[in-house]
């Protein structure tokens, strides 16, 4: 669930979230700054792109559950090729970048990539990986920025599902119930802070190659099969 996720992220990322929080309250460290300038442009950038789209999106329906699947498929292979052409770079001994070497521009660029994330199917932390590793970011700290990026628009997502579905959200929760959406958010949240801290490590090392890959070939083969058989 969307609220275990967020829950996991700020937990995660306490320590930047304070050093965040400090730097609007008048702290001078300008590693953190410039990670307060990245996260608001590209928040905004996220909202203006990403709302309009989600509501246009949700206007539409009978759209095959195959499709999305298919479409995560191919963004989480595109990963794995983006990670391995910043490998090879590297080993050619061009230096990747980190978020101090990263432009307005580029936040903009990111900002877009998380906003198009809003359509059926593309996966928020995939797009934004992808779009930061074209711009030779290295993996871990393309995942990093990716995921804390995330918090944010993930946030305003749960704020826009609320207001705009907000009678299909009650229905739900009236079906599982309190206890049962208490059960749902703590396995959410533990779950997410297992698979970011998990992707984050291993995203420095040559095994995340495959582990996207076969993630991404799972995703593709499923979505395949639900359009057989008509879902």
């Known amino acids: 669930m969307e609220i275990g996720t967020i829950i996991a992220a700020v937990v995660y990322f306490r320590k930047e979230l304070i050093e965040v929080l400090q730097v609007l309250l008048g702290s001078k460290n300008e590693a953190y700054r410039k990670l307060l300038v990245y996260v608001v442009v590209v928040t905004v950038i996220t909202g203006i792109i ?7 999106t949700e206007s539409v329906k009978g759209i095959s559950l195959g499709i999305p699947m298919l479409i995560v498929g191919l963004v989480l292979l595109a990963d794995a090729a983006f990670i391995r052409y910043s490998r090879k770079r590297r080993e050619k001994g061009i230096n990747s970048r980190k978020l101090e070497n990263l432009s307005l521009g580029d936040y903009l660029l990111i900002g877009i990539a998380q906003g ?4 059926p199917g593309v996966s928020r932390s995939g797009i934004t990986t992808s779009a930061m590793l074209l711009m030779n970011v290295e993996p871990d700290e393309a995942f990093r920025l990716s995921f804390f990026a995330g918090i944010f628009a993930s946030i305003g997502a749960f704020g826009l599902t609320l207001v705009t579905t907000r009678s299909n959200v ?11 959406l208490i059960v749902a958010i703590v396995v959410a949240t533990v779950v997410s802070l297992f698979l970011i801290d998990f992707l984050i490590k291993v995203a420095g090392k040559s095994k995340i190659i ?5 993630l991404g070939i799972i995703a593709m083969a499923s979505g395949l099969l639900y359009l057989a058989i008509g879902l």
């Open 50 to 56: 990403g709302a309009p789209l989600y509501l246009v």
């Open 116 to 119: 198009i994330s809003a359509l």
């Open 170 to 180: 009650a229905a739900a929760v009236a079906v599982i119930g309190l206890p049962g």
């Open 210 to 214: 495959y582990l996207i890959s076969a």
